[in-house]
Every structure is written in structure tokens, then in C-alpha cells.
């Protein structure tokens, strides 16, 4: 004790604060507990509930993607051909402009110590178009008189066939009739009123009438052949000619691709593809610009509608059906403020999309290291393309990202709760074999 007493520093013995520490000063109430049947009942009702939101309610899988607003028809945007400089501009930001209107001239001439090249190219191309020019009106000219001078010969041989041929049908007749007659003389000498030198002169005549008629038909055969010879050189002059006269024509168009092409390598003018607005001019006269270089835009005049692009993952696909309305968030337009958008599906690809077609759009996804996943483009139709903050009306503009929420398969709960032994029965499964 008096030991204990030493080892205190305080005023107060040690077994009094333990006393003081461990003194109850507050007042115990004592309480029933909640009776058994009344915790029985409980625990019924909340699994009955626990069972009916799980058999009764249903849950909606959705995937959050990213989607990019365009506008159908899209914007015109006009690039430069080739490197040059702008020498003039045709239109002003805000002109309307129809397909074929000029836009812009670029020059893209070489200059050396001989000269403008191109203009020295351009002479010595007219020249050479010059020459073959002529050339094929002289062979024109040619064409026509050789085929007029051998039409004339093959109208004199179809004249004198004609003749042979009236003249051979006489003859025929007339050997006819001298057959008939040799039949008569015959009977005469027999009743001995003609002599037989009468006879013989008579036999005579007739064959000398037959070799005539032989010589007019071989004189025939000779015309015919004539005449088919004279029209099928006709045909071969004819063909020989136009080919000439098509080389000819092939190597002034040629040389007139030339001219165009050296035309062109002087000053380029860029037309308006199609009819619309100058929304903006990117580049003022003297500026250089380099191929590619993107030179205006232009909206097309016709009434515009807008969609979103979204890029669906293949494993979500089978859920993503047409007119399935989605959720949209724009990032121009936060959801904090301005809430979130409807959307209607309108289209959805049967093949992937390939990367090329990826690479023009900002929100498509970017392809990471061990990703084997397709991707389908899916059009949505807007409904609100106007947007309102304060009185103040704001429209949507291509090329405005946004997060959209795809809505995908529907099940019960207790189905949402027994997908992972799904996936357990799927990996013990056997073989599946075809019946």
C-alpha cells in the first residue's frame, strides 16, 4: 500500500480514481424485446417483397456510346487540287451559289528564264491541232472522191449486167426455138423435103447459138464477180479511210488532253459542287495553299435533317432494334442543365464498319492494343433540333458530340440475378451436336 501511495504523483490515492472511473452514473432502463411472432411476421413480409420485385420487376441493360450529330445532306467542303496561289475569289461568306458557280482561281503556272512555260506549251498544242486538222480534212476530201469513183464503176458494171442479163434471156429463148425447129427439119429429111447439107447448116446454127449463150453466161459470172469485188474494195477503202481519220481524231484529242491538262497547269478553277451558302472562305487572294488545303464550306440550300452516328459494339447488336428510342447527352449542352434528348433509330448496318469508314468521324472508337471487337454504324433520327436557354433559341450543327444511352435487352430480376450460373452452365456444357 504505502508502496502503491510512493508510485502516485497525485494528491488522490490510485484506488480512488479507479473507483471514480468505474462508478455507473447514468440510470438503466430495461425494455421487452419485440415478440417472436411479430419478427416472424416481419421477415415473411420482406421476403414476400424481396420476391415480388424480384418476379414482378424488370431491368433494362443499357450501354453508354459515343455518338457525332451530321446533317443529311451533309456540308460541302471544297479543298484545293494542288499546290498554287490564290489569284481571285468569286463569292463572299454568306453569297448563295449554284452547282457549277465559281468559287475560287488558283495559280499554279512554272516560271523559267525561257518563260512562262505553260504559255509556250499551250502554242506549240495548237499548232500540232492545227496540222492534224487539216490532215483529216484532206482525208475527209479523199474518202469522198475514191468511194464516189468507185461507186460510179460499180453502177456501170450493175448497168451492163443488167444488159447481159436481158441479153442472155433472149438468146435462151431463141435456142429454144431453134431445138424446135431442128426437131422439124428432122422430119422434113425424112419425107425428103429438105436435102442433108440444109439439115446440117440448120444443126450448125443451133450450136453456134448455144456456144453464144454460153459465152453470155460466162460473161455474166465475169460481171457478178466484178461487181462483188468492186463493192468489197469499196468497203476496204472505206474502213482503210476511217481509220486513218479516227488515228487522227484519237491523237487530236490527245493532244488536246494535253492542252487542257497545260491549260490547267497555268490557272485552276474551283466550282461549287452543288447549290447552297458560303458558311466560310478559308483563304484570301495571294495566299498559298498546298493540296488538300481546305479552301470553303457550303451548306446546301435544301431542307437539312440531322442525325446521330452511333457505333455499336457487335456484342450489343442482337438487342438494337429500329425504332428503339435512345437517350442522348450533349456535350455542348450539359445534362446538369439542359437534361437529356430523345432519339428514334432509323438505320442499322448488316456489315461492319471499316476502319477507313471510322476514320472520318471524331466519335468513332479508337482502335486500342488487343481489341477484337466490329462495330456497326447506327443512324438516329433528332426529333429536337432546336434548343432553348433563356428565350434564347440555339440549333444543333454537324459535327457535335454527344453520350448516348442504348437501351438493350429486358429481363426479370431473378433472371438478372442468375446470369453468372448462366455462364457457369455454359462453361460445363458438352458438345453441342446437330440434330
Known sequence: MYEDDMSNPGIFRLQVINRQKAEWRGRALLTNGLPPWLIALLSILFMALLLYFLFFFDYTRRIEVSGEVIT???AINIYSPQQGYISK?????GDSVKSGDPIYSINVSRQTTSGNVSAETLTVLKKQIANIDQIIEKLSSNKKETLSNLQEQLTNYQQNHDKTTRLITSVKDGVAKMREGMTSYEGYRKRGLITTDQLN???????QQQS???SLNSQAIQETLQISQLRSQILTRAAEFDNNITQNIYQRNELQRKLIESDAGATIIIFSQGAGRVESLSVTPGQMVNSGSSLAQIQPQEKTHYYMVLWIPDSSLPYVKIKDTVNIRYSAFPSEKFGQFPGV?????????SREEMTGYGSAPKESAGSASNYYKVLVDLKDTDISDKGQKMHLSGGLQAKTIVFLDTRKLYQWMFMPFYEVKHSVTGRVANE
Request: charge should be positive; proline fraction near 7%; glycine fraction near 0%.
Open 72 to 74: 443529311f445532306p451533309h
Open 89 to 93: 475569289v468569286f463569292v463572299k461568306q
Open 201 to 207: 447448116n440448120q444443126r450448125f446454127m443451133f450450136y
Open 212 to 214: 453464144n449463150l454460153q
Open 345 to 353: 433509330i432509323k438505320s442499322i448496318a448488316y456489315i461492319p464498319a
